[in-house]
């Protein structure tokens, strides 16, 4: 299983750890697919619940699709 962030020293060429940052030489990394599957999953909830809050939900479900094409998009 791939880690949701990794950190790759700047001049590095092929170093990069995941977990914890090792020091302020290292830059934070985010899997883009990692953020796809949870805006997904967070959608998948919200309808569900749509019957609940519609309005609510409906609104949130939009801004996600949004950052769904944008962040693919990239």
């Excluded at 880690?3 to 883009?32: M, T």
């Excluded at 919200?46 to 962040?71: R, S, T």
Aim: hydrophobic share 40%; aromatic share 10%; with cysteine.
């Amino acid at each position: 299983m791939m880690p949701d962030k990794i950190y790759i020293q700047l001049n590095a060429h092929d170093r990069w750890f995941e977990g914890n940052k090792p020091n302020d030489n290292f830059v934070e990394y985010l899997r883009k697919d990692a953020l796809l599957e949870w805006a997904k999953e967070t959608i998948a909830e919200l309808e569900n619940q749509n019957a609940l809050k519609e309005d609510v939900c409906n609104g949130a479900i939009w801004e996600l699709e949004e950052i769904i094409a944008k962040i693919q998009s990239l």
